[in-house]
């Protein structure tokens, strides 16, 4: 089933539209600092608790680093639904993103390849994860003359997915929904010379299972595909909140080398891990990233199926 089909206009997910509508558009009326910074606070304080992404996020704590004390599990909990609250908000409030993004610091190794490629019209794609703001990172190089276009999960609720996609849209450069029909116009898009942008850091089962973290995790090898028959530059891409908490950091990672797309997505693992270990509170830890109970049932069953050849 492609996952256009997965969503849902139920009614309980137009009333929860409705709501998050409210609050956006009630918190778009204050200034960036006071609406980035409440919205931080009701994720983390009402939204957090009342979902169960609070005990989401420190069951996936404790399943990663299984020796690090409960308060501090509790500590980064609240720090990634404060970063989750903040970057809803900013990616709502795309003129003051756009805005702010002229005056970040966009650096490293892959700025260089980045810039030469696109001189070049040779196609690019930045990849990253749900880490800071992953639609800061689309901003910052957007306004410099780059145009990510995004590939995207469409989500669940289809009400709030909606107006989900026109803040993808409107930091510039095209929105393709992950499927069939998406992924064949990505590919087109980034065939052409485009550049997309990319985040694989969610489950996909059936995927390969490489490292993240330490803990086996079933990956799409989109990218690596898609990179080797278009010949495109990959370059790992990460936008890091900065201490107060309305500003980024955008660094841009040496380009991965051609490899098979295993290889390709493994290294593209390796580097999100370590932005991750460096800045926990920063990665989405709600996400159901490993789901070791499907992983343990597909393991028995390859093994049931070894045994009855």
Same mark, same amino acid.
């Given at each position: ?39 931080g ?6 939204i957090?608790p ?8 420190r ?17 980064? *909990? /609240? ?5 989750a #609250?903040?970057? =809803?908000?900013e990616? @709502?409030?795309?003129? %003051? ?8 610091n ?30 800061? *990172? /689309? ?5 410099? #003359?780059?145009? =990510?276009g995004?590939? @995207?999960?469409?989500? %669940? ?39 997309? *942008? ?6 996909? #089962? ?15 090898l ?88």
């Amino acid at each position: 089933m492609a996952i256009e089909d997965k969503q849902s206009r139920s009614l309980r997910n137009w009333m929860l539209d409705r709501v998050a509508r409210g609050v956006i558009a009630a918190l778009l009326w204050l200034p960036h600092r006071r609406r980035v910074a409440a919205m931080g606070w009701i994720t983390r304080r009402i939204i957090g608790p009342l979902s169960g992404y609070s005990r989401r996020a420190r069951a996936n704590l404790e399943y990663v680093w299984p020796e690090m004390p409960p308060a501090e599990r509790r500590r980064i *909990a /609240r720090d990634v639904l404060d970063n989750a #609250g903040r970057t =809803l908000i900013e990616n @709502y409030a795309t003129d %003051d993103q756009l805005a702010r993004a002229r005056h970040w610091n966009v650096h490293g190794p892959g700025l260089a390849p980045a810039q030469e490629a696109r001189a070049q019209n040779r196609p690019i794609l930045f990849v990253s994860g749900h880490f800071g703001n992953y639609q800061a *990172a /689309r901003a910052a190089m957007n306004v410099r #003359g780059f145009a =990510l276009g995004g590939l @995207y999960r469409p989500l %669940d609720n289809a009400y709030f997915n909606d107006h989900y996609v026109r803040t993808i849209e409107a930091v510039g450069g095209p929105a393709f929904a992950r499927g069939r029909r998406g992924l064949a116009s990505f590919m087109r898009y980034v065939k052409g010379g485009g550049h997309g *942008a990319l985040l694989i850091d969610q489950y996909y #089962g059936d995927g390969a299972v490489v490292d993240f973290l330490g803990k086996p995790a079933p990956t799409a090898l989109s990218v690596g595909e898609i990179a080797v028959k278009f010949n495109a530059l990959v370059i790992p891409i990460y936008a890091r909140r900065l201490q107060g908490g309305l500003d980024f950091d955008i660094l841009l990672e040496a380009p991965v080398p051609h490899r098979d797309p295993v290889t390709m997505t493994q290294a593209l693992m390796d580097s999100l891990s370590a932005q991750v270990r460096e800045r926990p509170g920063q990665w989405f830890w709600v996400h159901r990233r490993w789901k070791p109970e499907r992983q343990a049932a597909r393991a028995a069953r390859a093994v049931s199926a070894k045994t009855r050849n």
